[in-house]
Nanobody, 124 residues
Framework: QVQLVESGGDLVQAGGSLRLSCAASGRSFSMYTMGWFRQAPGKEREFVAGISWRGNPTMYTEPVKGRFTISRDNAKNTAYLQMNNLKPEDTAVYYC?????????????????WGQGTQVTVSS
């Protein structure tokens, strides 16, 4: 069992930056692949970024490439999502999730444990 707690969501203006954190407790975080997803009102939950337990590979959805960076610190049982040049269309609840194994799938059903989410709102 893994417990995940996201933090760092906020209201920012377009062009601003935020760093989301995902703190894990329970079983060994270092052996889990970790993903960030987001869900906007009326839309399905979508993959944003993922990172293997080794730290490589990483994957990003096309709209965030070059703007978002995923990283992890296994010693701190924490993963991060650095978000730069934020756009109004990035507005959503952001969730972190983990799964066993080294691959980085993009489908929510492939992840076993989820956090409660943190709200990111980008104003124009």
């Amino acid at each position: 069992q893994v417990q995940l707690v996201e933090s760092g969501g906020d209201l920012v203006q377009a062009g601003g930056s935020l760093r989301l954190s995902c703190a894990a407790s329970g079983r060994s975080f270092s052996m889990y692949t970790m993903g960030w997803f987001r869900q906007a009102p009326g839309k399905e939950r979508e993959f944003v970024a993922g990172i293997s337990w080794r730290g490589n590979p990483t994957m990003y959805t096309e709209p965030v490439k070059g703007r978002f960076t995923i990283s992890r610190d296994n010693a701190k049982n924490t993963a991060y999502l650095q978000m730069n040049n934020l756009k109004p269309e990035d507005t959503a609840v952001y969730y972190c999730a983990v799964r066993a194994g080294s691959s980085v799938p993009t489908t929510p059903n492939d992840y076993a444990y989820w956090g409660q989410g943190t709200q990111v709102t980008v104003s124009s």
